[in-house]
């Protein structure tokens, strides 16, 4: 995520157009290998996954992914899951 997105972001969430449930649904973070980036999975909103070169690019990247997902979902007037929080526990 480049800083005019990170912008975006927060200027959505302080003005209240962000989605307050998004920070609620747990993300998965690891680190691939395969794809040299650390990989962000949100398990509750199938097909909502991000990667960065750090954990916090992930982190951030999967912030404004979930927040798509949403807005996507609302305006094709499909159902978005109810956030349950932690679902694995290690």
């Known amino acids: 995520m ?19 449930n998004m920070i609620k649904y747990e993300v998965i973070i690891y ?3 395969e794809d040299q980036a650390f990989i962000a999975k ?3 909103l199938p097909g909502c996954m991000a990667d ?10 999967a912030e404004m992914v979930i ?3 949403l807005d996507t979902a609302r305006e094709m007037g499909r159902p978005i ?7 694995i526990f290690a």
């Open 31 to 33: 680190w691939s290998e």
């Open 52 to 61: 960065g070169p750090t954990y916090q690019d992930a982190l951030a990247s």
């Open 81 to 87: 899951p109810k956030p349950k929080g932690r679902l």
């Open 2 to 20: 480049d800083l005019t997105q990170s912008r975006k972001l927060i200027a959505r969430i302080l003005s209240g157009r962000a989605d307050q």
């Open 42 to 44: 949100v398990p509750e």
């Open 67 to 69: 927040q798509e997902w």
